[in-house]
C-alpha cells in the first residue's frame, strides 16, 4: 500500500497511510520522542479498512497488528529516549464478553511493548470526572440508584493512562532544564509545586490550553494544584467526521500533550505519532518548537490534521469545502 497521500513541510511531514507500512520508511534512530492514543482495541471501529487497526474482531488480532507497530518503534527511537502511550482500562459487558467487569487494556499494551524491546518507564494517571462518564456512558456501576440498591456493583470511574517507555540504551542528548523551568520550593514557586508536580503519578490539571510557543512558569504555575484534565481542551474536529462519527473523535488533551513533551523532549525533537488522528500530538510538537511526523490511515481525519498543522504557520489550507 505504502503511502496515500501527504503533506512535506520543513518543520512537519504527514502522511495518510498504513503505520506499520509508512513507518518502515522512516530512519533508524531518528526519533526524539513519540506520544500517541492508539485505538482502544475494537471499542470503536474508524473504519472498514482491512489495515485499520480497530477494525479487529478479537484481542489477539488486535495484538497481532499492535507488535508489528512496536517494533517499529523501537526501531526508529533513538537509544535512550521514550515512547508515550495513552490508554485507559476498558469495560466488558454481558453481551460481548459474558460478564460486567473490566479489561487491562494498558497491560496488554505494557507487555507488546516489552516483548518489542522497551523497558518500562513510567505510569501517569490522568483523573477523569465520573459524573462525566456516568452521564454519557450510563455505566452500572458509576449510578446512585446502584449505591441505594447494591453497592457490591459500584466502581470508581475509570483514569486515563499515559504509559512511558524507553528504549534501552544511554540518550546521547541530554534533555535539561534549568532551576526557571522547573523550580522546586523557591521565591518562584512558594508551594513546592513543579517538578514534584511533574513527579506526581496522578497529573491533573488547571484546564487552560498553550496560546503560545511555550510553557512559561506563569501558565505551569497558575494553580499550585492542576485539579482537573478538562476532557474539551482538544483541536478542532467537527470537520474531520464522517457521517455519524462524532462519537468516536476522541483526540488526546492537548495539555497531557503539552507536559510531555516539555518533560521528556527537546525544541528541535522529532516527534512521532504513528496515530495522528485530527493532528492533536503533532500540532502541540509544532507549537512547542518541536519537528512531528504524524500518520493517519482515515481521509478525514488525515485531512483535518494537515488543516491543523498547516493554520500554525499561516499556510494556506490544504483541503477545504466537500473535497
Not at 495513552?86 to 499494551?109: E, R, V
Not at 497558575?222 to 478542532?236: E, H, N, R, S
Amino acid at each position: 500500500m505504502g503511502c496515500i497521500d501527504s503533506d512535506i513541510q520543513d518543520k512537519y511531514a504527514l502522511y495518510q497511510g498504513d503505520c506499520v507500512e509508512v513507518l518502515h520508511k522512516v530512519p533508524d534512530n531518528s526519533v526524539g520522542f513519540s506520544i500517541f492514543s492508539p485505538p482502544f482495541k475494537s471499542l470503536y471501529t474508524f473504519s472498514d479498512d482491512p489495515r485499520d487497526m480497530s477494525n479487529v474482531t478479537s484481542d489477539s488480532e488486535f495484538f497481532a497488528q499492535y507488535d508489528h507497530l512496536a517494533a517499529q518503534l523501537l526501531r526508529v527511537i533513538k537509544q535512550g529516549r521514550l515512547v508515550a502511550v495513552h490508554c485507559m482500562d476498558l469495560t466488558a459487558t454481558k453481551n460481548m464478553h459474558g460478564y460486567i467487569g473490566l479489561q487491562d487494556f494498558p497491560g496488554d499494551i505494557i507487555r507488546s511493548m516489552q516483548r518489542a524491546g522497551f523497558i518500562y518507564h513510567s505510569k501517569v494517571t490522568i483523573w477523569k470526572d465520573p459524573v462525566v462518564a456516568m452521564q454519557r456512558t450510563k455505566a452500572l456501576g458509576l449510578l446512585y440508584k446502584t449505591l441505594r440498591k447494591d453497592s457490591s456493583r459500584c466502581r470508581q470511574g475509570l483514569a486515563d493512562y499515559l504509559i512511558v517507555f524507553r528504549k534501552p540504551g544511554d540518550n546521547d542528548e541530554a534533555i535539561a532544564h534549568s532551576y526557571e523551568q522547573f523550580p522546586v520550593a523557591s521565591n518562584i514557586n512558594p508551594t513546592g509545586a513543579g517538578w514534584q508536580e511533574y513527579a506526581s503519578p496522578c497529573w491533573t490539571g488547571d484546564g487552560e490550553t498553550i496560546d503560545d510557543g511555550r510553557l512559561d512558569v506563569a501558565d505551569r504555575y497558575a494553580d499550585p494544584v492542576w485539579w482537573d484534565i478538562v476532557q474539551g481542551d482538544v483541536l478542532k474536529f467537527r470537520d474531520a467526521r464522517d457521517h455519524e462519527d462524532e462519537r468516536h473523535i476522541c483526540p488526546l488533551q492537548i495539555k497531557v500533550i503539552a507536559r510531555a513533551l516539555d518533560l521528556w523532549s527537546n525544541p528541535g525533537d522529532v516527534v512521532l505519532t504513528p496515530f495522528l488522528g485530527i493532528g492533536s500530538e503533532a500540532y502541540t510538537a509544532l507549537k512547542l518548537g518541536r519537528k512531528a511526523i504524524g500518520i493517519e490511515l482515515k481521509r478525514s481525519y488525515y485531512k483535518q490534521a494537515v488543516n491543523n498543522c498547516r493554520s500554525l504557520s499561516g499556510q494556506a489550507l490544504l483541503f477545504g469545502g466537500e473535497e
